[in-house]
């Protein structure tokens, strides 16, 4: 979970960048973070990343489960 939170300011940017179409709203990195960050605020850079994490949290259970069901056989 810490992970996803720490990184998930740049798939945010990565998401942002490739659902860009004829209008190109974002001319790279560096100006998306600018942009968001004026635009939104430096909290605008973690929009959405409750429901990144409700998809995390399962998978984590799913992985730990399955560890520790291998591992005591």
């Known amino acids: ?5 720490a990184t998930y300011p ?4 990565r998401t942002r960048l490739a659902a860009q179409r004829n209008d190109v709203y974002y001319q790279g990195i560096r100006h998306a973070f600018h942009t968001i960050c004026r635009d939104e605020g430096f909290l605008g850079l973690y929009k959405g990343l409750g429901a990144t994490l409700l998809g995390v949290a399962p998978s984590l259970a799913i992985s730990f489960s399955v560890y520790e069901s291998l591992r005591s056989s």
Do not use: E, K, P
């Open 10 to 13: 740049l798939d945010l940017v």
């Open 1 to 5: 979970m810490t992970a996803a939170t």
